[in-house]
């Protein structure tokens, strides 16, 4: 009985032993295989190296080629280089020589060109110093007559405007007496009319343009005098017939005062927040303490 059951254990293990065998060498097979890949690629990797070795072999061996005879090129111009410097040294020595003697000779002649360089230059500055001298006294004389021309020229101008003046001041004076004439023949005549004050304002704007030019003119001016007599002789014709002109240059400016500012002009000599009138373009006109006619000013401020 035993015997009996002995005999298929021993079976079973057999074949499981050699089940276990086959698959050990299957798995060897295997890895047999991927060694022999292995191997095949190191030697085809291998068989790479040995060509590249060789490849280098022959590019060491070109390069060695080529080593030599760059030596053989380098004596030969090392040579040559030794030739060229013995010939330069001769000729160095001989050109020394030569430039000795030319410097010798150039030093005799530049000695003697700067004593005539320093002669011609001595005569120049002399002669520079005389025309500078002659130029400028010459400029001086010419600016002087210059600006005695201008001078005379502005006097001349000034005397014309003066003359003129005049001549305006006895043209307004006579309309003036003519208007005052017709006025009072008319008051005896008819009703009185309503006034006509356009004579007046016209004849109070050219006072204005008088006293401005005067105010820039030299008291010396020919005729200025009688011109001056002649604007007060309307000015009292004005206040006797009820005209007041209204003095308001340099006077402090009052935003409340009833005239026009045509400009406002800066002046940094003004002290901070002042304004003063500095310029009267119209006067102000009253007829009989009754505002006729509006300044036009100027206000100068900082």
Not at 295 to 302: L, T
């Amino acid at each position: 009985m035993k015997k009996t059951l002995l005999i298929p254990i021993l079976f079973s293990a057999t074949i499981i032993f050699a089940q276990n065998q086959k698959k050990e060498l299957q798995t060897q097979q295997q890895d047999i295989t991927v060694l022999k890949q292995s191997i095949n690629n190191q030697q085809s990797v291998i068989a790479k190296q040995k060509r590249e070795l060789t490849n280098l072999s022959l590019k060491v061996g070109n390069q060695k080629n080529q080593i030599d005879s760059l030596k053989t090129v380098t004596e030969t111009n090392a040579n040559n280089i030794n030739k060229i410097a013995e010939d330069l040294g001769s000729k160095i020595q001989q050109s020394e020589s030569t430039s000795k003697d030319g410097i010798a000779k150039l030093d005799k002649n530049v000695n003697q060109s700067r004593l005539y360089w320093i002669i011609a230059t001595l005569l120049t500055l002399l002669l520079g110093g005389i025309l500078y001298w002659l130029l400028g006294k010459r400029i001086q004389s010419s600016k002087i007559d210059v600006e005695t021309q201008i001078k005379n020229t502005k006097i001349s101008l000034e005397e014309e405007g003066v003359k003129l003046d005049n001549k305006l001041v006895e043209v307004l004076e006579t309309q003036l007496k003519l208007k005052q004439e017709t006025k009072e023949t008319l008051s005896t005549i008819q009703h009185p009319t309503e006034i006509d004050h356009s004579l007046a304002l016209k004849v109070a704007d050219e006072i204005v343009r008088m006293q401005k030019n005067i105010s820039k003119m030299d008291e010396d001016i020919k005729g200025l005098k009688s011109l001056v007599k002649g604007i007060e002789r309307i000015q009292a014709n004005f206040a006797s017939n009820g005209y007041e002109m209204v003095n308001l240059i340099y006077k402090d400016y009052d935003e409340r005062m009833n005239i026009d500012v045509i400009n406002f002009v800066t002046d940094e000599n003004l002290v901070d927040g002042k304004k003063v009138i500095t310029a009267v373009i119209k006067p102000q006109v009253n007829f009989n303490g009754v505002l006729i006619q509006r300044a036009q000013v100027d206000v100068s401020q900082n």
